[in-house]
């Protein structure tokens, strides 16, 4: 069986022309990288805490900002901007059995804001988490450790020397049916960053 792939495989001279072609390329998109503007915002970080009916949560956040707007109206009122988010956080379960869980993840954000360094926003995101475990309590069980996170939120923007934000959040678990059971898990946040 393993010489019939063998036709298959590149040669060796074809692997190495590849990779110099890689190298080469990576050359010029650094290059032409180091000389251009910076693409992000400088980092956002953030703490958010809160809870749901099965648990309460803290996690710590980094986000980071594209620098251009996705879309604008033409008087740059309303402006819908695109970061992203990583985040570290712990659950502690409310019910029998249950003990701190930790959760990763990473988040694309859309938001929807006005001009100016302060104001109202509201933004929504789907992301991918991982647990630690798939054991919240003896009352809640979720079938895998991956997870997908839904958020809306609404915050506001202060437009002080740090760029503050505090915002309202809620943040909905799953795994979308991938495998049985899914229970979900819903927490109301409350978050506050700040650029650096």
């Not at 495989?9 to 000389?35: T, V």
């Not at 959760?103 to 991918?128: C, H, K, N, W, Y």
């Not at 609404?154 to 915002?167: I, N, T």
């Amino acid at each position: 069986m393993p010489s019939l792939l063998l036709p298959c495989l590149p040669s060796s001279r074809g692997i190495r022309r590849f990779a110099l072609a890689a190298i080469a390329a990576s050359g010029a998109l650094i290059s032409s990288l180091s000389h251009a503007e910076p693409w992000f915002e400088p980092v956002r970080l953030g703490v958010a805490a809160g809870a749901g009916n099965d648990a309460a949560m803290a996690r710590l956040e980094a986000r980071w900002d594209l620098k251009r707007d996705l879309w604008a109206t033409s008087s740059q009122s309303l402006r819908l901007r695109l970061g992203f988010e990583a985040s570290a956080g712990v659950w502690n379960p409310h019910g029998s059995g249950g003990n701190a869980l930790g959760d990763l993840g990473l988040t694309p954000i859309l938001r929807l804001q006005g001009a100016g360094p302060s104001g109202v926003f509201v933004e929504a995101g789907v992301g991918v988490h991982v647990l630690s475990r798939t054991r919240i309590s003896d009352d809640k069980v979720f079938s895998t450790a991956f997870q997908f996170g839904d958020r809306v939120a609404v915050g506001y923007r202060f437009g002080d020397a740090l760029d503050s934000e505090l915002a309202l959040r809620l943040q909905h678990y799953s795994n979308a049916g991938i495998k049985e059971p899914n229970p979900g898990i819903n927490f109301f946040l409350l978050q506050y960053s700040a650029r650096f």
